[in-house]
């Protein structure tokens, strides 16, 4: 298993352990994606994992709307594991803009950043326990620090905050992509 495939995997599980918790009262609760309710955050995760899969063409399809989401969830990651288990299909090359970069290294920044960041702002909004993978986190965070700018604004992350001296990694990280936590 490569390092992608394990850290893909934690971050998957620690995603799918908190949408396994989500209460039918929770679906509609805000998030601290401003505009997203627990429902369309999961289907943007789920949108997302959909959208590398089928090879990244074209403009991310809106927040999937399935009736059954954290099935949708269980599909979209299995299919990712699947990937990364392939080692055929890990090394190919990616069109687009994430051009040059193999399956297996998009997963890893895209998905795992995504994942990690929407798992937080789940946990936040359903009231779970909120303690991201540290490995997860440190990665993310030295892979999205470099994109500063470019990553802000509409349809992004919003401003950074300036985290109290004493702030561990995960809550420099998650200041650094605009959570007030």
């Not at 309710?37 to 959208?51: A, I, K, N, P």
């Not at 074209?58 to 059954?68: M, N, S, Y």
């Not at 299919?79 to 890893?108: C, H, T």
């Not at 920044?109 to 490995?135: F, K, M, P, Q, S």
Request: with cysteine; net charge negative.
């Amino acid at each position: 298993m490569s390092e992608v495939s394990a850290r893909y995997a934690r971050v998957a599980d620690g995603f799918g352990a908190r949408v396994a918790d989500i209460t039918d009262s929770t679906w509609n609760a805000p998030t601290p994606c401003t505009e997203w309710t627990v429902r369309d955050l999961v289907g943007h995760v789920v949108s997302v994992h959909r959208h590398v899969i089928a090879g990244f063409g074209g403009e991310l399809a809106p927040p999937a709307t399935d009736a059954d989401l954290p099935g949708a969830w269980r599909a979209a990651t299995e299919q990712v594991r699947a990937v990364l288990a392939d080692p055929e299909r890990a090394s190919a090359p990616v069109e687009g803009r994430f051009a040059p970069m193999s399956m297996q290294e998009l997963i890893g920044r895209l998905l795992c950043i995504d994942t990690v960041v929407h798992t937080w702002d789940l946990a936040r909004a359903t009231g779970h326990n909120e303690t991201l993978d540290a490995a997860a986190v440190t990665i993310a965070f030295d892979g999205i620090r470099p994109a500063d700018e470019a990553i802000r604004g509409a349809g992004g992350y919003g401003p950074k905050i300036e985290p109290a001296p004493d702030a561990d990694e995960q809550t420099r990280f998650l200041n650094f992509l605009g959570r007030r936590v």
